[in-house]
């Protein structure tokens, strides 16, 4: 099983941007799907959650500007990232708790990291 996203990019700051991360196999199991970023030199953070019932959290930082969204029959997670800032560049990961089959335990994956560059 793995999460594979995609989506980033150069953009100029205020521009949109949107990250799409999708478990696979189309079998697998999935829940509570999240965004997380890495500026360089910081800690990954928390961006984004969503869970499999739709509910969203989000840092208080991109609270408004970002949206989370989750297609359930496709697997996959989206973040719209509005009214970029230059503080939102850094490295965009997704995670999530997935199974490989109904009879296994959910366990936490992680997506390769998407670059965004916020330019001014």
């Known amino acids: 099983v793995q999460l594979q996203a995609s989506g980033g990019g150069l953009v100029q700051a205020g521009g949109s941007l949107r990250l799409s991360c999708t478990a696979s196999p189309s079998g697998v199991g999935v829940k509570d799907m999240a965004w997380y970023r890495q500026a360089p030199g910081r800690q990954r953070e928390l961006v984004a959650s969503?869970?499999?019932?739709?509910?969203?959290e989000y840092d208080m930082s991109v609270k408004g500007r970002f949206s989370i969204s989750l297609d359930n029959a496709k697997n996959t997670v989206y973040l719209q990232m509005n009214s970029l800032k230059l503080e939102d560049t850094g490295d965009y990961f997704c995670?999530?708790?997935?199974?490989?089959?109904?009879?296994?335990?959910?366990?936490?994956?992680w997506g390769q990291g998407t670059q965004v560059t916020v330019s001014s």
């Open positions: 969503v869970t499999s019932a739709g509910v969203t």
């Open positions: 995670k999530a708790q997935l199974r490989r089959h109904r009879f296994a335990i959910y366990e936490p994956y």
